[in-house]
C-alpha cells in the first residue's frame, strides 16, 4: 500500500493539523496552529494592534505593547510602585501616586504652590509657602530671618558681662529658641517685654507651628544662666497663666544653638557629634519625642552614610532637620528637644547640653557611650542637678 500522505506541521510545537488549521503569522513569521498563535499572539489593549506576547506588559488587568506601557505607566519615585500616568501626580520631573504625594508634599493655602512638607509654614490655620507667609506678616513679631545684633551674655568679676566679643574657646554659649502655640500673641509679648528692655528675649515668626511665635535668646553661657534664671520667668509664666502651650503641642520644639568657637577643637565637635549620633536611645530619651516626631525634626540616623565627622565640618550642609545641625556658619544647632515652658525642663535640657559640651571635650571618642556620660553627670550632680533628677535614673537603664 503506498505511504499515506503527511500532514502540515506547526513550525512551533512541530505538531501535525490539518492544512485548515494552520494560519501563517506576519508577526511570527511562521505558519502555526491556533494553540500556539493564541499563547505567542495577542491584541495590545491600549492601541489595539496585534503583538508578540512575550514582550508585552501586564498591568492592572491590561496588556500593553511597550510603546503604551511607556506611554501610560510610570514609577512612583517615591515607593516604585506601577501607577497610570493620569492617576500620578508629576511635581519637578518626578511622578508620584497619590498616597507618596500627599506625604512628601501640600498645597500652599494661598497661591496652590507645591510645598515638601518640611518646609511648610503655619498662620491662622493655614499652610503656606515661604514666599506667601513672608508676605503676610504678624503684628508684634519680627519676620522669622531676622538676625539681631548679637551680645554674649556672661558672668563677669562685677557681675554680667555683655559684650560683642564671645568668650574664650572651652565654654560654650547657648543660643535658645522655644516654639509655642498660642491665641493670645499680644498678651504674650506685653507679659515677655516686662523687664527685658535690653531684648535679651525676642521674638520670631515660625512656620513649623500654626498660630504661634517662637520666642529667643541672645547667646549667654551656662554660668550666666544659673545665676539669672529670673530672666526667663516671664516665658515660663505663659504657660502657667494658660496663655500658651509648647510641651503639649506636639509640632514644638526647643532648639540650642551653640557657638562654634566655644570648641577647642573640630575633634571636639566631633565627639559631641558622635555622642548624639552612636546613642540613638539616649537622645530619643532626653529629646521626650516620639521616635516619628524625633525624626521628622531631628534625624538621629544620617543620611547617605555620612559619618558624624562629615557633619562637624564647618558649614556642611547635610540639610537642617538633623539631630545636631551643622549648615549655620557661627553656630551648630541641637534640634533634638520637644518644646517646654517649664523651668524643670528647660533647665534640665540646658545643663544635658553644657554636660555633653564637657564630657566631650574633658574624654577620649572612645568614651562617648551613655553609661560613660551618665556616670559623668552623676559625678558631677552637684553641676548638674536638675538633669540628674530628670533624666539619669532614665539613661542608666540604657546601659
Not at 540628674?388 to 535614673?393: E, N, T
Request: net charge negative; charged share 25%; with cysteine.
Amino acid at each position: 500500500m503506498p505511504d499515506e500522505e503527511s500532514l502540515p506541521i506547526c513550525e512551533v510545537c512541530e505538531e501535525e493539523y490539518p492544512e485548515d488549521e494552520l494560519e501563517y503569522s506576519e508577526i511570527l513569521e511562521q505558519t502555526v496552529c491556533e494553540c500556539c498563535l493564541s499563547d505567542l499572539v495577542c491584541s495590545c489593549d491600549g492601541c489595539g494592534i496585534e503583538v508578540e506576547t512575550e514582550g508585552t506588559h501586564s498591568f492592572d488587568n491590561d496588556i500593553m505593547c511597550d510603546s503604551c506601557y511607556q506611554e501610560n505607566v510610570v514609577f512612583c519615585d517615591n515607593c516604585n510602585e506601577e501607577i497610570w500616568i493620569d492617576d500620578s501626580v508629576s511635581h519637578n520631573y518626578d511622578y508620584y501616586c497619590q498616597e507618596c504625594f500627599e506625604e512628601i508634599y501640600c498645597y500652599c493655602d494661598n497661591c496652590e504652590a507645591i510645598i515638601y512638607r518640611e518646609d511648610v509654614y503655619c498662620r491662622d490655620d493655614q499652610i503656606l509657602c515661604d514666599y506667601c507667609y513672608s508676605e503676610s506678616g504678624s503684628e508684634g513679631i519680627r519676620s522669622w530671618n531676622y538676625a539681631p545684633t548679637i551680645r554674649f551674655y556672661a558672668d563677669g568679676a562685677g557681675g554680667t558681662s555683655v559684650t560683642s566679643e564671645p568668650p574664650k574657646k572651652g565654654i560654650a554659649t547657648y543660643g535658645v529658641e522655644v516654639e509655642l502655640v498660642t491665641n493670645e500673641i499680644q498678651e504674650c509679648i506685653d507679659i515677655l517685654d516686662e523687664g527685658n528692655e535690653d531684648e535679651f528675649l525676642y521674638y520670631m515668626e515660625d512656620g513649623s507651628v500654626c498660630n504661634g511665635f517662637e520666642i529667643a535668646t541672645l547667646p549667654f553661657t551656662f554660668n550666666w544662666m544659673n545665676k539669672n534664671k529670673k530672666r526667663f520667668d516671664n516665658m515660663f509664666s505663659l504657660e502657667r497663666f494658660g496663655l500658651a502651650r509648647s510641651f503639649s503641642a506636639q509640632e514644638c520644639g526647643m532648639h540650642v544653638h551653640l557657638g562654634r568657637f566655644g570648641f577647642v577643637s573640630r575633634l571636639h565637635r566631633y565627639k559631641f557629634a558622635n555622642l548624639f549620633y552612636e546613642n540613638e536611645d539616649m537622645v530619643l530619651s532626653v529629646s521626650r519625642r516620639r521616635p516619628d516626631r524625633l525624626e521628622q525634626w531631628a534625624k538621629t540616623k544620617l543620611s547617605c552614610k555620612l559619618s558624624a565627622m562629615v557633619l562637624s565640618r564647618n558649614n556642611a550642609s547635610q540639610g537642617r532637620y538633623h539631630a545636631i545641625n551643622f549648615c549655620p556658619d557661627n553656630t551648630i544647632e541641637c534640634r533634638i528637644f520637644r518644646g517646654t515652658l517649664s523651668p524643670t525642663g528647660f533647665f534640665a535640657n540646658m545643663e544635658f547640653m553644657e554636660a555633653a559640651f564637657q564630657f566631650s571635650r574633658h574624654n577620649g571618642l572612645r568614651d562617648m557611650r551613655v553609661e560613660n556620660f551618665v556616670r559623668y553627670a552623676n559625678d558631677n550632680r552637684k553641676i548638674y542637678p536638675a538633669f540628674c533628677s530628670m533624666f539619669a535614673p532614665m539613661l542608666a537603664e540604657l546601659r
